[in-house]
């Protein structure tokens, strides 16, 4: 059986304290035009459609706060760098929808 990858879930309330204490990359999966109804600020984006494309542009020494609308494209992101051996990775809990923004 496979062991389960277990991701830090970063609250709503917190995000901004996490990624500044950690200068983390705020990574949105987001769709572009989800993107473009608005985003947290200095956030990259690298659609989930995409990301297996471009994940090597990312430094997995870096921490990284993996945001989407609700949540769960995010997790499943989170999920995947850090298998791929990201070394700090966490998942926006409820999304852009817990900040009020979705």
């Given at each position: 059986?496979e062991d389960?990858?277990?991701v ?8 901004e304290?996490?990624?500044a ?5 705020i990574?949105d999966v ?7 109804l ?11 459609s ?14 990284h706060?993996?945001?989407c609308?609700s ?5 499943t992101?989170?999920?995947a760098?850090?298998?791929a051996?990201?070394?700090?990775v ?13």
């Open positions: 059986m389960q990858i277990i830090e879930q970063v609250p709503a309330a917190s995000w304290q996490w990624a204490q950690r200068d983390a990359v990574l987001r769709e572009p035009i989800e993107w473009a608005g985003t947290l600020p200095g956030a990259r984006l690298m659609a989930m995409t990301i297996a494309d471009e994940w090597q542009d990312l430094d997995p020494a870096r921490p706060l993996v945001v609308r949540g769960n494209r995010s997790d992101v989170a999920k760098l850090q298998a051996g990201f070394e700090q966490a998942n926006l809990a409820g999304g852009m929808v817990a900040l009020g923004l979705a």
